[in-house]
């Protein structure tokens, strides 16, 4: 879906309009928060506007729920004061926080944290502001570069940047849409790793991260990395974005893509996976319970594709002890994203 030389300029500032880094949202827009255990409400699995492709695995598993804002959660998102007054990311947590939310809610999921608990010790939350999944994996691969000081993951993921760089140009967006974004992640990275000869500490990381005006350039580099992706792998992904909207590739990447604030969906995991080749596990916290009487908490390994086609991990389900190829784990709960950390 490349721009033509007479499209780029009206494409161009279309896209610097709709995507400033420090736009502020208003209240209606922000995104909802979770519901206190006694106030939430079973929500469907059924919805046929989501079916995915076959190309992704099983043609019935309801996409929906990877979405980052759960529509019968709407109604309770805070005003948009009170969620500035959360940090962009917290302090990690026991997993024990998570299970004291729900002590008078469903036995459901108090069932499938104590399930959780025997394979994660903690999490660590993100401010519900539309930008939690970029947020999150943000953090989370930052992370794990500054705690494994990984040369060569360094190495690998400073030419995957290069690559997108590279898409965006050749798809007609002008560098100076794109650039200082590209070079805000470029330094966090460098900050972390023993490029910069002495790394950060995790206390100036979680600094760093919190900070306003970093963050969300580094959600906007992620931001442009996705909409790149998306729209270099336009045929592929087209089935899946007129199942969620009427809009054209072009369009989706330029309304639900590229603005701040914007929630994220399984199209989303997806390209922002393919783009930087980094596979991203989510852990689905919901109420659904199994036939069987045996609960079961699902996940969905998005693993990077190494072709033009792209299939779901088959470690895809509900058996959560494969922890060896993700190490970006994400918790959903219908609206919101967090990290989860293993044992």
């Known amino acids: 879906m490349k721009r033509d030389a007479g499209e780029a300029d009206g494409d161009l500032s279309d896209a610097a ?17 979770l519901l206190p255990p006694s106030d939430m409400v079973e929500t469907s699995n059924s919805s046929p506007n989501r079916n995915p492709s076959p190309l992704l695995g099983d043609p019935d598993y309801e996409w929906s729920c990877f979405a980052d804002e759960d529509p019968m959660q709407q109604s309770s998102a805070v005003p948009e004061d009170e969620a500035a007054k959360k940090p962009l990311i917290g302090d990690k947590e026991l997993l024990s926080a998570l299970a004291a939310e729900y002590q008078s809610g469903s036995p459901i999921l108090l069932e499938k944290i104590k399930l959780l608990g025997e394979q994660y ?25 500054l705690e494994t000081q990984d040369k060569a993951e360094v190495d690998r993921i400073t030419a995957k940047v ?12 002008a560098d100076f849409t794109f650039e200082d974004f590209f070079s805000v992640f470029l330094e ?12 950060v500490s995790h206390e100036v990381l979680v600094e760093v991260s919190r900070d306003q005006s970093t963050s969300d350039y580094v959600v906007m580099f992620f931001r442009f990395v996705t909409a790149g992706e998306i729209q270099r792998r336009a045929e592929f992904f087209e089935p899946f974005i007129v199942g969620l909207s009427s809009a054209t590739v072009s369009q989706f990447c330029k309304t639900s893509v590229e603005p701040m604030g914007e929630e994220s969906d399984h199209v989303h995991i997806i390209a922002l996976s393919d783009a930087l080749g980094v596979p ?3 852990i689905y916290l919901d109420r659904s319970s199994c036939d069987t009487g045996s609960l079961k908490v699902n996940h969905h390994d998005f693993i990077p594709a190494s072709d033009g086609h792209k299939e779901i991990s088959q470690s895809s389900g509900s058996d959560i002890g494969d922890l060896s190829k993700p190490y970006i784990t994400l918790l959903y709960r219908p609206g919101h994203y967090d990290i989860l950390y293993p044992k």
Do not use: W
């Open 162 to 173: 290069e690559e997108c760089k590279t898409t965006l140009q050749n798809l007609g967006y």
């Open 121 to 145: 010790v903690a999490l660590r939350r993100a401010r519900g502001d539309g930008n939690c999944f970029f947020r999150c994996f943000m953090f989370s691969y930052l992370e794990h570069i």
């Open 17 to 33: 309009q709709s995507s400033p880094p420090l736009r502020k949202r208003p209240a209606a827009e922000t995104e909802a928060e």
């Open 188 to 199: 966090q990275l460098e900050n972390v790793s023993r490029g910069n000869d002495t790394p």
């Open 280 to 282: 991203i596990r989510v």
